[in-house]
């Protein structure tokens, strides 16, 4: 196995591991954020540490977006106290369809699978203007562009 061979498996078993953690049935893009975020020593961990991004950073993003959602709904989540999520030890989280497509889109902006390298799943990640991901950065005061920008400049100067 190639090294980005490696680091896409690290990566996808991260994002189950906090797809488990938070209840989910699947792995979303969210997940892999998070995932990327934790694996350090990449340029994509350097990208997101740039702006401040750690995975606690992240998580708490998500949160906030979490209780934005369903303020929209108008529930407040301060009025319930959720349990915490259930998990089922015996079961894996599946690859959700945000998942999917953020490989996906990092896959495509690669040249080909021998030039792939972390910052292409940032990329992957950050490259869409619905969701959770772009949802989440914005309520942390995170330009998703720039962010995109600092990932696409590190693709000409590092190799990892």
Do not use: C
């Amino acid at each position: 196995m190639s090294a980005i061979d490696h680091y896409i498996n690290a990566i996808m078993k991260q994002g189950a591991a906090e797809a488990w953690e938070d209840g989910s049935a699947d792995t979303e893009a969210h997940h892999l954020l998070l995932a990327l975020a934790s694996h350090e020593g990449t340029a994509a961990h350097a990208v997101l540490s740039s702006v401040g991004l750690d995975r606690q950073a992240i998580r708490t993003a998500l949160d906030r977006e979490f209780e934005h959602s369903l303020s929209m709904a108008g529930v407040s989540l301060a009025a319930y106290d959720l349990p915490k999520p259930s998990r089922d030890p015996e079961r894996r989280p599946g690859v959700g369809a945000s998942a999917r497509l953020a490989l996906e889109r990092g896959y495509a902006t690669a040249t080909g699978k021998k030039d792939l390298r972390p910052a292409h799943l940032l990329l992957g990640v950050l490259n869409t203007g619905i969701g959770t991901v772009p949802r989440a950065l914005a309520l942390a005061g995170v330009d998703r562009g720039d962010l995109m920008a600092r990932a696409q400049r590190t693709l000409a100067t590092e190799r990892w």
